[in-house]
Each structure stands twice: as structure tokens, then as C-alpha cells.
């Protein structure tokens, strides 16, 4: 807008009522758009005035910018992750899961269920944190290490990730596994979940 109406005008005649003009009738629909504008236009006339291309001082700087209004924000929307998810909603997702060939999701996602863990924490899980008494494990974000004691449905749960993907030649130290064996990042769990 300012090239279509200052542009061919010669920068001294540009004065601060001519700026002044422009503003209100661009501020009457676009106020916020005016402002930027007689910003911009106050820069240009500075940078002109120091390199010589201008011998009037910044008209722009009489004219006031025009009064906003404030933007009303939108209410932020509550996450649904704090809704608890009924045992028969958890169990039919578990119950999909292995059938459609994502045996370490599902047991990724019994582990945290079982163990109240974070998903990077169970994707950390590694071969030697299953001890006779339960599984250890180490809370990323704080260092905090927990003994969750077995019960026999975190025994099934551990045994159906170790029997995850086990036929690739290569295998890693890691609890829950890709199909190629190695260790799952979480982008890489995330990614692979969405692909179904």
C-alpha cells in the first residue's frame, strides 16, 4: 500500500499532513496495518535523511498512531489428556494393537499403564533393569529411580515386549524394540504408530 500511494511522490513533499491524511483514511478499516505503515515509512525517512536522499526531517514523527484495539485472546481449551480412559476403552485399544502387528506398543503401553512411567522412560527401559523383584526404572526428567514389584499382569507385559521383533539377526540391550531390533526413539515409536 505505501508503494502504491507514496511511491512516485518526490521524498520532500511527503509532509507530516500528507502522513497524517494517509493514516486516517487507512486507519478507518486497517488501524493496525496504518500503524505498521507509518512505522515503516518513518525508518525509510530516517535512512534517507542520513544517507542525504532527504532534507526534511522524519514527517512521520508529528503524526500519532491511531488506538488499537486489544485482540481478545481465545479461551485455551482444556488437553483431554486429563480424562480417564475406562477399562473397557483401554483394554479394546490393547486388544487391537497386537493383531495389527504393533506387539511393542502394546507392551510399551501396558508397562507405563502398570508402572505409572512416562513413554520415554519405558522406551529406556533396558534388559538389565528386569530384576528378580520387579523393574527398575529410571525417571529421565529427574534421575529418580523406582522398583515397581511384580504382579503377574507387569510379568505378561515384560515378556511380550522381550518377545517383540526378535527375529531380526541384530538385537539391542533395549526392552522395547523395533522390527529391525534396534532401540526405539520416541520419534521413531511415535512415527511408527502413525503410520497405521
Known amino acids: 500500500m505505501i508503494e502504491a500511494v507514496f511511491g512516485q511522490a518526490v521524498p ?59 485482540i481478545k485472546e481465545k479461551p485455551i481449551k482444556e488437553k483431554q489428556a486429563g480424562r480417564y480412559v475406562e477399562d473397557s476403552e483401554y483394554l479394546a485399544f490393547y486388544n487391537w494393537l497386537e493383531p495389527k502387528g504393533h506387539t511393542a506398543h502394546a507392551a510399551a ?18 534388559r538389565q533393569d528386569i530384576t528378580d523383584e520387579g ?16 504382579t503377574d499382569r507387569l510379568h505378561d507385559a515384560v515378556e511380550l515386549a522381550l518377545k517383540s521383533n526378535t527375529t531380526s539377526r541384530s538385537q539391542s540391550m533395549y526392552l522395547i524394540r523395533g522390527r529391525t531390533g534396534q532401540h526405539f526413539t520416541r520419534d521413531r515409536f511415535n512415527t511408527t504408530w502413525s503410520r497405521e
Open 135 to 150: 523393574l527398575l526404572i529410571c525417571q529421565q526428567k529427574t534421575g529418580k529411580k523406582q522398583l515397581k514389584l511384580w
Open 109 to 126: 503401553m501396558e508397562i507405563a499403564h502398570l508402572c505409572a512411567a512416562r513413554q520415554q522412560d519405558v522406551l529406556a527401559l533396558k
Open 12 to 70: 520532500d513533499s511527503i509532509t507530516s499532513p500528507v502522513i497524517q491524511m494517509y493514516m486516517d483514511a487507512r486507519g478507518q478499516q486497517y488501524p493496525t496495518a496504518a500503524n505498521r505503515e507509518r512505522t515503516f515509512l518513518s525508518i525509510i525517512f530516517r535512512w534517507g535523511k542520513a544517507r542525504g536522499l532527504v532534507s526534511i526531517e522524519d514527517p512521520a514523527r508529528a503524526v500519532k498512531p491511531i488506538k488499537e484495539k486489544p
